[in-house]
């Protein structure tokens, strides 16, 4: 059936390094993609988005890629810090209403 | 803090009880969505209103579940006949919603509801 995914449930990095989180979705008529972040006991953050007639989109510190041909999308973090270990979503929104359909998470985890 | 706000923030109730959650969505929002997360899971889709008009319920909505935007301005939720399953967080979010942006979606901090 259709849905949004996500490939891998946690994510370990270490402080200063680049993550990337990466997510496969199965409509191809979805348009608008999201990511957000979520900390522990908070709502969903809003971090960046892209709509389908974009391949890639940067914001302060985040890219995301949107690959049409496979159906992926991936958030990339630079330098990624300690404030970045939260749970991170992808959502679709797969009609002109807004509604959103949202992937499991991943966990990621900042090391020192 | 998104400018959407949620109350209460938590509630603990026994099973059967009736309980309400309020939404106040950023003041200039005209759409407001209403979704439940479970531990580990995304965010499902409940039902949504543009303005005071309820657009969209899901099919996760029963019977017990209402939800009213009365003024089009703040919402309630309210679940009758709570039920052991119901526990969960109760997230609210809002949008601009216009064809010319791209209708983010914002969050508040949610309500979460146990039920025992």
Avoid at chain 1, 14 to 29: H, K, L, M, T
Avoid at chain 1, 34 to 42: A, F, T
């Amino acid at each position: 059936g259709e849905s949004v995914g996500l490939h891998l449930p946690t994510l370990s990095v270490q402080e200063g390094d680049n993550s990337i989180i990466n997510c496969a979705y199965s409509n191809s008529a979805s348009d608008y993609f999201i990511w957000y972040k979520q900390e522990s006991g908070k709502g969903p953050q809003f971090i960046i988005d892209i709509r389908s007639n974009m391949d890639k989109r940067q914001g302060q510190r985040v890219t995301v890629l949107l690959n049409k041909t496979v159906k992926h999308l991936s958030l990339q973090i630079a330098a990624t810090q300690p404030g970045d270990s939260a749970v991170y979503f992808c959502a679709e929104n797969r009609d002109s209403w807004g509604k959103l359909q949202f992937g499991a998470g991943t966990q990621v985890v900042v090391t020192p | 803090d998104t400018g959407v706000s949620q109350d209460p923030r938590h509630k603990i109730t026994k099973r059967g009880q009736n309980v309400t959650f309020r939404c106040d969505p950023i003041s200039e929002h005209n759409r407001l969505y209403w979704y439940r997360q479970t531990l580990g899971q995304g965010p499902e889709f409940l039902t949504y209103f543009q303005n005071e008009a309820q657009l969209e319920k899901s099919r996760l909505l029963s019977d017990r579940f209402s939800a009213e935007r009365p003024k089009g301005s703040f919402s309630t939720l309210e679940i009758q006949r709570t039920e052991q399953g119901d526990s969960a967080m109760y997230l609210c979010a809002s949008s601009p919603w216009n064809q010319r942006s791209n209708n983010e979606q914002f969050f508040g901090p949610g309500t979460r509801l146990t039920v025992l």
